[in-house]
């Protein structure tokens, strides 16, 4: 049974990905922050692994042998307000890991960010000349070069914006999807919203995530959805599906703010996609579980 080693266990991308790997046939190590309870899946156990603690990663070598780490965890900083932190999780930590998937001979996937090519960057594709003009995408770019320098086999993923049930505000759509959903809220269009996102639903991750562990697949890859959608369209079918007795808000603006496109060409195979209505009413579903 191959032993998997999940970072950032807990986290959006995290907790589906465990929830699925549950039900397969392998041992999974879910890595938590902090001390908790045991996991309701057998095959699931939790340990303690705390990223900015950089001596107690390497010494995990000492209690288990993973067959492939999985790391998702991350320090997602936007505002620079802590950036020895934000390096030492998001960089350091990465190197501590990479040193020991070397020392365990261990398969190892990183989760990146197609922030790598600049946060303003309007298309994009594997191939695009690299901008790291946030500190974020930066440590996330040099944890890049720190694992191919170190390993051989590992598979990079940069990902844009995935969407789903998420708790934190890393994605307006995802908050938009939260307000529909709990707080009855229906979003206001202030604008006409015409830009296009190609943004990835979560569980269509997992199953890219799935196939990789599957194939043994390295290399660097950019992860996002085929379907290009308008801001506007989504956020009227969040409304349509979680709000139908709502009346939907329309701002007209005197100022006109333009918005433009911002589509990232993925280069793996991500097979059949789950449509963005069909998201939104498994979410429903999900959310009344």
């Given at each position: ?69 999985i790391h998702l965890g991350a320090d997602i900083n936007f505002d620079n307000k802590n950036k020895k932190k934000t390096f030492t999780i998001n960089t350091l930590a990465t190197k501590q890991l990479a040193l020991l998937a070397k020392k365990m ?185």
């Amino acid at each position: 049974m191959k032993k998997i080693l999940v970072t950032g266990a807990t986290g959006f991308i995290g907790s589906n990905l465990i929830k699925k790997l549950s039900k397969l046939n392998f041992k999974i190590y879910a890595a938590k922050r902090s001390p908790g309870t045991k996991s309701s899946f057998n095959n699931v156990q939790e340990i303690y692994l705390n990223l900015l603690d950089l001596k107690n990663i390497i010494k995990l070598n000492q209690n288990y042998k993973f067959d492939l780490i999985i790391h998702l965890g991350a320090d997602i900083n936007f505002d620079n307000k802590n950036k020895k932190k934000t390096f030492t999780i998001n960089t350091l930590a990465t190197k501590q890991l990479a040193l020991l998937a070397k020392k365990m001979k261990a398969k190892f996937i990183f989760a990146s960010t197609a922030l790598i090519y600049g946060k303003d960057k309007k298309n994009i594709n594997i191939k695009s000349r690299v901008c790291t003009d946030t500190y974020y995408a930066l440590t996330k770019y040099k944890a890049e070069k720190i694992l191919k320098s170190i390993l051989h086999n590992v598979c990079i993923l940069r990902f844009v914006g995935v969407y789903g049930l998420d708790y934190s505000n890393h994605l307006m759509l995802n908050k938009s999807i939260r307000d529909a959903l709990f707080k009855k809220t229906a979003p206001i269009l202030k604008h006409s919203l015409t830009a296009k996102r190609n943004y990835i639903y979560v569980m269509d991750v997992i199953k890219i995530i799935i196939r990789i562990i599957s194939s043994n697949l390295s290399g660097t890859y950019l992860i996002a959805s085929k379907k290009n959608l308008s801001i506007k369209s989504m956020l009227m079918n969040i409304y349509k599906i979680f709000l139908p007795q709502k009346k939907l808000l329309f701002i007209k603006q005197k100022e006109k703010v333009k918005v433009e496109d911002k589509i990232a060409t993925s280069n793996i195979n991500i097979g059949r996609e789950t449509k963005f209505t069909s998201a939104l009413i498994q979410i429903k579903k999900f959310s009344n579980l």
